[in-house]
Nanobody, 119 residues
Framework: QVQLVESGGGLVQPGGSLRLSCAAS????????RGWYRQAPGKERELVAT???????NYADSVKGRFTISRDNAENTVYLQMNSLKPEDTAVYYC?????????????WGQGTQVTVSS
């Protein structure tokens, strides 16, 4: 099995910064794609950013220029650096990894971490 553990959420004032981390553990051979999604109350879960094993990166228009996704292949970790945060960034943030592991290939979700942007 593969386990994902997220950390780094919290309460921050508008204009502030947070860094989210998502670490995968288990019998992992490789991670094809790593991504961050978010879900605000009453809204659908939406894509925030993705990064492939080859380094291709995609951002939602709403976070371009403010958020940066990165990865540590050796640690099977994905990060999301969030700067210039706005109240509309308030949501539960989930990491999602497309993992090749001893049992096959599967997509896994983190447990979610709350990000609240408020003065």
């Amino acid at each position: 099995q593969v386990q994902l553990v997220e950390s780094g959420g919290g309460l921050v004032q508008p204009g502030g910064s947070l860094r989210l981390s998502c670490a995968a553990s288990g019998s992992i051979f490789s991670i094809k794609t790593r991504g961050w999604y978010r879900q605000a109350p009453g809204k659908e879960r939406e894509l925030v950013a993705t990064i492939t094993n080859g380094g291709s990166i995609n951002y939602a228009d709403s976070v371009k220029g403010r958020f940066t996704i990165s990865r540590d292949n050796a640690e099977n970790t994905v990060y999301l650096q969030m700067n210039s945060l706005k109240p509309e960034d308030t949501a539960v943030y989930y990491c999602n990894l497309d993992v090749v592991w001893i049992g096959g290939r599967s997509r896994y979700w983190g447990q979610g971490t709350q990000v609240t942007v408020s003065s």
